[in-house]
Structure formats: C-alpha cells, structure tokens
C-alpha cells in the first residue's frame, strides 16, 4: 500500500465520521430541542393546551359536559313526572266518582205509543240520568228524558205515564212526580219522597277552563253509576237542534245514551255541567256537550217554584239579516221583524213588520240569538231601549218586557 492509498483510507474513514455528525447527530439533537420546545409550548400556554384538549383536563371536560347533560335529563325527567302522575290522576278520579257517585240517580220513564199496527196502546220505555239537587229529592235531569217528542206518521208517544228513579246502591224503584219541563233549555225537574239525600254541589261553569280535568258520571245503556273521564274540550259551543240553539261546554269524557241528565264534575267534585248531547257519527270520536251549571239555577228554581220558566219577551218573529242581505234590499245589518205577535209589547211600543233592530240598551245587535239573549238578562217588567231603522231613518223607543205567555 503507498502513501498515497494510505491517505485515502484515513481521508476516507475522517470523511466518514464527519457525514455522521452532520447527517444524524445533529438533526437528532435539533429533533429533540424542537421538541421539547414545542411540548413546553403546548403545556405552558393555557389557549393552546385548552383548545387541544390535552391530559386531565380533557377528562374533567367530558366530565362535566355528560354531568350537564345527566342534570338536565333528569330535570326533563322530574318535570314530566309533575305533569303526567298516573298516581295523582288516579287518586283525584277516585275522590271524584267516591264524592259525586251518591248523588247522581238512573232514570226510567215509560210512554204510552199509538200505532196503526195496533188496536190497543202499548207502551215503550227510555232511561236517563239525574242529579240529586236537595236533600228532601229535587233532581235535576234533561227534558228530553221525561217528555219525549218522537213520533211518526206510523206511531205517537203520548206523556210520560211512569217515572222511576234509582239511588245509588239502591235497586229500590223511586216513583217521581215531573215538578216542571222547560224545552227551550232542555232541563225538567222531578221529586220523589225520601228525605235526607245527598245533594251534589255546584260549581261555577264560568271559571273552567280548556285543558282541565272532567268527569261524566251517569247510567249509560243501563249501568248504573258509570264514570269516563277527560277534559273540557271547548267552551261556549252554540250546538243547533230542531228544538232550539244551545251554548254548551264540550268534552271528550265518553257520554253514551243515557248519560244525558247525567253530571259533568271538576277535579273538586263540583258539578260544572248536565250531559246533554253527543255528536254521533262516522269518523268522529269524543265530542260530547253538557250545559253549563251555571245557566241551569234560574231554570230550575222557577220549575220548583212555578212548575214552569217565567221569560220577559217583546213578541216578535225575527230574521237575522247580515250586511249582504242588507245591501240587496236596502237595508241595515241587524234583526229584521218579519211578524209582530198581538197585544205585544213589541206592538204596544209602536214596532212595525220591516223594521230592522240594530240595538238594545246601546249594544249591537247582529243576530236574533243576540236580541234573545240579551232579553233574557232582563226581568219581567224591566223597561229596555232600542235602536231601529225604518225608511231610511235610525229611531229609538222604549218598551216594557212582559211575561211570555
């Protein structure tokens, strides 16, 4: 070997060291400094560390983010419990149908039937419910119970021949005398001699309210003392019948037949309403109507007291006629008197056939459920103003409501 190659191979192994130095000890120390600069970056600055969610500090995070999340659950949880107690709904029907139940009575009422089938009269019977109203044995029931109206051309019901009332755990038959019968409102009140009875209690039908709570309790196809229990679905529906326009509360508590005279009762056991009506049909479901309590006290103190409803009246025959109507005849909106009945006070006071009534006592009339019912706020005697147009003029009088006859 000379010198020469002797040079190379150190030259060669000296170059060789230097490569590693520079090619790997070096980057690897760079790599490690970097490092640990970046680290202490990360560690040291809290926006940085926070945002990356490092160490403890992510597991405290989702910690609290699933305690949030348990709290309000429950809450959830708690809140639909307070609204939807199965315990307390159960607990408030049973004090309910345990407090009224006593004072709800069946009825049966037997008519005498005319037929061109038959010679002889037979006779056919119908069930009802009734509410005790005193304790000596007034009750209150619908008129459609005791004085029925059907009839054909092939049959006739004559009045009711026979009334029956049941108590409550009672199978004793009651015969009932009819005190009084009042169409328009579709109530009657009967009275059968047994003392100490329980009373229903009344509540106030103008406070209810959409959403709360009611109960129907009655004798429908038969069974006795049957409760079904919802809410009040609607109040102040005007329902039309062949006999009259009734302003009723509705409810989707199941009213079958024979619910009718029956009670409607709120969460405190107090009568808010006497079933009346249920609309029958396909695809309907639920829509049953009781006629507040509160209209009912006038009616039936007068059935007691008189055996018939005393009403103030100022003897016309009316149309109403809207502002279309007006428009093609040249009138004015309000109730057009079509027919003025004799010795009236309507004809008394000067009213005349084409007239059209626009208001009473400075309040608008529209329709001729707003003359009747203002009229019935009145008292027999209680002298009243009204607003009129004729020929093309508005006039005003006063009349004195008298006694419907």
Known sequence: MDSNDTYKVVNSQNKSNFNFGKNVLLPFCSGIVGSALVLGTVYFVPSIRDSLNIGNNNEIV????????????????????????????????????????????????????????YRNTSTTTSSGSGIIISADGYILTNNHIVSSSSSSSFYALGEASSVKVYLFEDDTPYDAKIIGTDERTDLAVLKIEKADLVPAELGDSDSIKVGEFAMAIGNPMGLQSSVTC????????????????????????????????????????????????????????????????????????????????????????????????????????????????????????????????????????????????????????????????????????????????
């Open 62 to 117: 989702n910690n609290s983010n699933i305690s949030s999340s348990q709290n309000t659950f429950q809450n959830t949880i708690s809140q639909t419990q307070n609204y939807v107690s199965l315990a307390n709904y159960s607990d408030t029907s049973i004090s309910v149908a345990e407090k009224v139940q006593p004072s709800i009575v069946g009825i049966e009422v037997e008519f005498p039937v005319t037929s061109v089938f």
């Open 230 to 405: 919802g809410v009040i679905s609607g109040l102040n529906r005007n329902i039309k019948t062949s006999d009259a326009t009734y302003n009723v509360i509705q409810t989707d508590a199941a009213i079958n037949s024979g619910n009718s005279g029956g009670a409607l009762v709120n969460a405190d056991g107090k009568v808010i309403g006497i079933n009346t009506l249920k609309i029958s049909s396909t695809g309907v479901e639920g829509i049953g109507f009781a006629i507040p309590i509160n209209s009912t006290k006038k009616v039936y103190e007068d059935l007691i007291t008189n055996g018939k409803v005393k009403r103030p009246y100022i003897g016309i025959k009316g149309q109403t006629l809207d502002e279309d109507r007006a428009k093609q005849y040249n009138l004015v909106a309000g109730v057009y008197i079509a027919e003025i009945l004799d010795f009236s006070p309507a004809q008394k006071s000067g009213l005349k056939v084409g007239d059209v009534i626009t208001n009473v006592d400075n309040t608008k009339i529209t329709t001729i459920d707003d003359l009747t019912n203002l009229i019935s706020t009145h008292n027999i005697g209680d002298n009243i103003n009204v607003t009129y147009y004729r020929n093309g003029n508005t006039e005003n009088l006063s009349l004195t409501l008298e006694e419907e006859v």
